[in-house]
């Protein structure tokens, strides 16, 4: 799975601007050195981030960017979604990829997009569950936070699929 330097720094510097006390700001200078970036790309990063609602300025000696709302509330979703992140959606993903045809040639019986569906789904439930904050923990926490995470969407895959193959054998298919 591919994570685009845009969503990898982006959310480096949210993180960045997460581990900042109550009314503290860094400026994009501060920020590109800290994360060895350029002002430039933090001031793009930031220009998104602010557009999503997601990050303020503060005018000022002392200005610079801060989090519109405490770690804890912004979730991982919604700074890939600032980032301009384009997960691809199942269906969408089956137009969008369907060849020289108008639409794909395994519509029917796909093979494929089950395996789509999981994986985007998966990823989806991580993004939306995780927080600014779960990223702050040290390494091993975050670590063992990210696989209670797994475990429970483990769980709601299981019952994902008893409902697939119940349904496939109530519509006389063989999974």
């Given amino acids: 799975m591919n994570v685009s330097a845009l969503e990898e720094y ?3 510097c949210a993180v960045r601007l997460a581990s900042l006390k ?10 590109a050195e800290r994360e060895g ?5 933090v001031s ?3 220009l998104l981030l602010k557009r999503a609602e ?3 300025t ?6 610079g960017f801060a989090l519109t709302k405490a770690p804890r509330d912004i979730r991982l979703k919604e700074v890939f979604d600032a980032l301009g992140s384009k997960r691809q959606d199942m269906h969408e993903f089956c137009k969008s990829f369907s060849g020289k045809s108008e ?3 395994r519509t029917a019986a796909c093979s494929i997009r089950p395996f789509w569906k999981i994986l985007s789904s998966y990823v989806d439930e991580f ?3 995780m927080t600014l904050d779960d990223l702050l923990k040290g390494e091993g926490e975050t670590l063992a936070l990210t696989i209670g995470l797994a475990q429970k969407n483990l769980e709601r895959l299981r019952k994902l699929q008893q409902n697939y193959s119940q349904r496939n054998l109530t519509e006389g298919q063989v999974s």
Avoid: D, H, Q
């Fill in 37 to 41: 970036l350029s002002v430039e790309y």
């Fill in 22 to 31: 109550p009314l503290e700001t860094l400026s994009a200078p501060e920020i």
């Fill in 54 to 56: 997601l990050v303020r």
């Fill in 10 to 12: 982006g959310l480096r």
């Fill in 103 to 105: 639409t794909c040639t």
């Fill in 127 to 129: 993004t939306r569950e």
């Fill in 44 to 46: 793009k990063f930031m």
């Fill in 58 to 63: 503060v005018r000022g000696i002392n200005g």
